[in-house]
């Protein structure tokens, strides 16, 4: 059993063979799907699936390169989504300078503010980066640092992953050094994945979680295709080989890891309207 805790199901890529596509996720023993958005109108649609799906979960988030879009309707509007019983998390967000679609102060703007949401509602977090390690983490470090010192206890921050990992060893150390947990996907099977094998080998087994980004990012053998849930299986099993370890046990630990990231366990406290069991249906609100 596993879980794809990142995938695009709502994308157009899907839209002419999703049922299939989903029976090719169950056959591999992949039980349930994170789907995050990119922008408003995405959250929106990924939510309507999410209800059509009962397996499949949101979440909702302006991507950094549709920060231009993000205002304070926007963020009123994200608050008001959030509090559907299939949204589990805020996500994707983050900066990316690949594409240089919208300026960095722009993108950060929307990422901090996007940030405190989720601090404000006790929900997970999905952080997506490319290009943008530096100033990712600098972003991150503020906010857990003044996370603490706006608060009289010792806070309990939201979860986060940096998803699609693809920083080296010391990026991945700071961040379970702040308590991060790092995703891990089809570039990992590649064989110029570089890093990635080292990064994997330093980081504790209780803060990996496996994804695919599908359509996006297709392991081997099938790199260069359109990706799908199914072959998060192919990404547990180069990180069985690299820990040494059995799949099966890996993927015990695996779902574990992402059953608590999102709040999916039966009986959890600080989401009451989420009490529920794994694949269980939740009730609309």
Known sequence: MLIDSHCHLNFDQFATDR?????????????????????????????????????????????????DSFDEDTLTALRTLADHAKVVSIGEIGLDYYWDKVTPPIQRHAFEQQLKLATELHLPIIIHQRDAA????????????????????????????????????????EAIELGFYIGISGPITFKNSRHLPDVVAAVPLNRLMVETDAPFLSPHPFRGKRNEPARVKLVAEKIATLKEMPLNELSQKLTKNTVDFFNLEFGTASHPKRVTGLLSTRQKI
């Open 134 to 173: 530096e100033d990712t983490m600098a972003v991150l470090r503020a906010w857990v640092a003044n996370t603490k010192n706006n608060s009289d206890d010792t806070p309990n921050l939201p979860r986060l992953v940096l998803h699609s990992f693809s920083g080296d060893v010391a990026m991945a150390e």
């Open 19 to 67: 049922a299939e596509v989903l029976e090719r996720a169950k056959a591999n023993g992949i039980t349930t799907l994170i789907n995050p958005s990119v922008d408003l109108a995405d959250s929106r649609r990924v939510v309507a699936l999410a209800e059509e799906i009962p397996n499949l979960y949101a979440a909702i988030g302006i991507h950094p390169n549709s920060a």
